[in-house]
Structure formats: C-alpha cells, structure tokens
C-alpha cells in the first residue's frame, strides 16, 4: 500500500487545519491507522490513532480535546481534524498503518506502511 498525506500547511496559533491521507494499493479498511508527527530535534511521537471500525480512538495527551482522527473506509482516507493549534504542534505530520488485520490498538513495531509527511506550522 502507498500512503499520501496531505493538508499541512502554515496557520496562526488557534488556527485549525485538516490533514488527510489517502491510500493506494491496497485497502485501509482492515487496518489500524495512526498519525505521527516529529518536530525537530525530539523523537517520533503517535499523535492519534483509530482501529479498523473506528471503535477506539487514541490520543496524545498533547492534543486531546482539539485534535480529531477520523476514517471512511469507502474513500480509502483517514483525516486528522487540528483545532486550536499552538506553536508547539509544529512538526511533520505522517500518517501509518499498522500491517496486522483487526488490530485493537496501532503499534509502532507493526507499522508496515508509512506516508510522506507533511509540515504543519504554527505560529504564535
């Protein structure tokens, strides 16, 4: 599968933007998905994540209440809602899937497919 991220994009702090990552290849539906984001000088870090029937949503602490992962398994898409952002959530932005069909909870080990990020920029 080929992963394509798109949507990143220059916004003021309180801004929102809205990433989404397409697929071709292969079916996401099966799959779990998750977002990444590295800002320079730190360490890969999930930023959210959501099983294959969308059932269990997982998110940074960073992010919870203003970030907002989404899926549409028929379009082969999952989005990523930012709201409010701050200049801290300037990173690189990747979506991901985890290669396990079914799996409960996305695990950075399983990752067997990963997006060209995109830059989001935040400024203050």
């Known amino acids: 599968v080929q992963l394509q991220a798109s949507g990143g994009g220059l916004v003021q702090a309180g801004g929102s933007l809205r990433l989404s990552c397409a697929a071709s290849?292969?079916?996401?539906?099966?799959?779990?998905m998750g977002w990444f984001r590295q800002a320079p000088g730190k360490e890969r870090e999930l930023t959210a994540s959501?099983?294959?029937?969308?059932?269990?949503?997982y998110y940074a602490e960073s992010v919870k209440g203003r970030f907002t992962i989404s899926r549409d398994n028929a379009k082969n898409t999952v989005d990523l809602q930012m709201n409010n952002l701050k200049p801290e959530d300037t990173a690189v932005y990747s979506c991901?899937?985890?290669?396990?069909?079914?799996?409960?909870?996305?695990?950075?080990?399983?990752?067997?497919?990963w997006g060209k990020g995109t830059q989001v920029t935040v400024s203050s």
């Open positions: 959501i099983t294959w029937r969308a059932d269990i949503t």
């Open positions: 290849g292969s079916t996401l539906g099966s799959y779990a």
């Open positions: 991901a899937r985890d290669g396990r069909l079914y799996s409960r909870k996305l695990e950075v080990g399983a990752v067997d497919s």
